[in-house]
């Protein structure tokens, strides 16, 4: 399931959360290589929020119940 979108893709890619022209120092982090469908990836391309209303909670941060 591709925690953006939670779609049943089948191509899946590793999205960069942090975009890599803004944050180049996490473009080789693990934890921030997100399993994603390629609709996601592609729509997100560089994009990140500037306000913290706009930007999306890390995948890996959500709370388990």
Excluded: I
Aim: hydrophobic fraction near 30%.
């Amino acid at each position: 399931m591709c925690p953006f979108c939670g779609g049943l893709g089948h191509t899946w890619t590793l999205d960069h959360y942090l975009p890599k022209a803004n944050f180049p120092a996490y473009s080789v982090n693990p934890s921030n290589l997100v399993p994603c469908c390629r609709d996601c990836n592609s729509g997100k391309n560089a994009s990140f929020g500037a306000e913290l209303h706009e930007q999306t909670l890390h995948p890996y941060c959500l709370a388990r119940s």
